[in-house]
Each structure stands twice: as C-alpha cells, then as structure tokens.
Nanobody, 123 residues
Framework: QVHLAESGGGSVQAGGSLRLSCVVS????????IGWFRQTPGKEREGVAATNTRAGSTYYASVIRGRFAISQDTAKNTVYLQMNNLKPEDTATYYCAAGAQTCNIYPETYNDWGQGTQVTVSS
C-alpha cells in the first residue's frame, strides 16, 4: 500500500500561482503513476495531470495545459504540481493519487489517494 500526503493549497487571486506537493511513502515501487486530480462539490473528480515516475512522461488535461506543470523530486519521493495563471474555475480540492496501470488522468485507474488540499482562486 502507498500513502500520499498533499500540501501547498491556499487562497490566491486570479493570475496568481501555487505549488502543490505530494509526498509518497510506503510500497512506492508498486505504483509508478502519480496523478493530480481535483473535485468541487457536486461534480465528478477530474484528472489534471499525471506522471510516470520511472519514464518521466507527463500527461495533462486540456483545460490546464500550458498553465500547470507536474514534476518530481525522486530523492524526496515528492511529486509537485506547479499552477500558474490561476483562474476562479480552478477552485477545487486537489488530490494526488498513485496507480500501477497505464499512466493517464482517469481517476478510476488509480489505487491510492491522499486526503486532498483546498485551492481557492478569487476574481
């Protein structure tokens, strides 16, 4: 099993930036895909970005492409989500998750989830 802990959320004005962190611990070799997802009340959880931690490949949702960037620090077992030019519609609870199947941004393919961190963007 893998444990994930998110941090870095907060409140910013539109156009601002935040960097979310996801520290991964436990049986990390069993999970080579780390993804970031977000959810607002009453809506389905949607994929934002994902990375294959072994191959270094990355995947992005079209709505955030060019504004968000996923990266990793293998020495710290941490995956980051740098979010720039934030918009009010980016307001959500952001989750990181670990999976072992084909890396993508579809929540159903991920096995382990963090507790989430809140991001609020005001206009």
């Amino acid at each position: 099993q893998v444990h994930l802990a998110e941090s870095g959320g907060g409140s910013v004005q539109a156009g601002g930036s935040l960097r979310l962190s996801c520290v991964v611990s436990g049986n990390t070799p069993s999970r080579n895909c780390i993804g970031w997802f977000r959810q607002t009340p009453g809506k389905e959880r949607e994929g934002v970005a994902a990375t294959n931690t072994r191959a270094g490949s990355t995947y992005y949702a079209s709505v955030i492409r060019g504004r968000f960037a996923i990266s990793q620090d293998t020495a710290k077992n941490t995956v980051y989500l740098q979010m720039n030019n934030l918009k009010p519609e980016d307001t959500a609870t952001y989750y990181c998750a670990a999976g072992a199947q084909t890396c993508n941004i579809y929540p159903e393919t991920y096995n382990d989830w963090g507790q989430g961190t809140q991001v609020t963007v005001s206009s």
